[in-house]
């Protein structure tokens, strides 16, 4: 049976299929050593025509592209974190020679596309110099900015802070299209004395010290309100935060932001252990 099918099916792939990654789909292209007439499908969908495609009345063409959209198809969507951080989109796309049949001249292809949609932004506070800005991993992304500022969310940049003193911290990306979530912020005194403020899905840890941010409806802006304070034997705050971002217009940002903050999923630090007074 098998020798049958080879013998019939006088075809074959040339080289490894191309995955391209693009910002609302994944294409998957590939070469024949002759025309090609069977067909391309997600596995598991061959019977849908938004997931599969027939070239039995191809004549001549031997490179074919195959593209889905970001998120149809069953594809699945991971969030990585870690040292590369974003969103991992991954399906498997079966090549088939034959028509109706699965034979051994087909190959199946796991597409991944990694796109880390993730920026990782720094601000500091000096309660005796002005505070400054710092914008890190901005590769092809929306510009981002954290800032903090005195008396307001529009005020001037912090300049001299007190102890006691209401301090506003704002986030703010410039693309209509995108939303965000401010995550895993933290504040150090510039000499490995750490304390964390926001956890991983953007919720205060101990809002006595920093409560949850609050997002403007479009997610283009995020502010927390805060009173000043600081490290018992230094002046320094230096403030870090991860801020990711999330396409509105694919769903991404339900669910994601902004965050649904309780009181059972904040993890409390005492005040002892991180050398605060």
């Not at 069977?38 to 495609?53: P, T």
Request: hydrophobic share 35%; with cysteine.
């Amino acid at each position: 049976m098998n020798a049958m099918l080879t013998a019939t099916i006088d075809n074959e792939l040339i080289g490894s299929p191309v995955v391209d990654c693009e910002d609302t789909m994944v294409s998957l292209t590939f070469r024949t050593r002759k025309p090609f007439t069977g067909r391309v499908y997600v596995r598991g969908l061959a019977d849908d025509d938004r997931c599969s495609r027939n070239f039995a009345s191809n004549v001549d063409q031997s490179k074919f592209s195959m593209m889905i959209q970001n998120g149809d198809c069953t594809m699945q969507r991971q969030r990585v974190t870690g040292s590369l951080e974003g969103i991992m989109f991954s399906l498997t796309i079966v090549v088939s020679f034959h028509g109706t049949f699965v034979t051994r001249a087909d190959r199946a292809y796991r597409c991944m596309c990694f796109f880390r949609n993730i920026k990782r932004l720094t601000s500091g506070v000096d309660m005796s110099s002005i505070g400054t800005t710092e914008l890190m991993d901005a590769v092809q992304m929306p510009t981002c900015t954290y800032s903090i500022h005195a008396g307001s969310a529009d005020g001037p940049p912090a300049v001299y802070g007190q102890v006691g003193e209401k301090i506003y911290h704002v986030w703010e990306c410039d693309d209509d299209t995108q939303g965000f979530l401010v995550h895993s912020c933290f504040v150090n005194d510039g000499r490995g004395t750490r304390y964390d403020l926001l956890d991983l899905d953007g919720c205060a840890i101990d809002p006595i010290i920093q409560p949850d941010v609050q997002y403007d409806e479009d997610l283009k802006r995020a502010v927390v309100e805060t009173w000043g304070y600081k490290f018992s034997d230094t002046s320094v705050l230096n403030y870090q935060c991860v801020v990711e971002l999330c396409k509105k217009s694919a769903g991404e940002c339900e669910g994601l932001t902004p965050p649904t903050c309780t009181s059972n999923n904040r993890i409390r630090r005492s005040v002892a252990d991180n050398n605060f007074r």
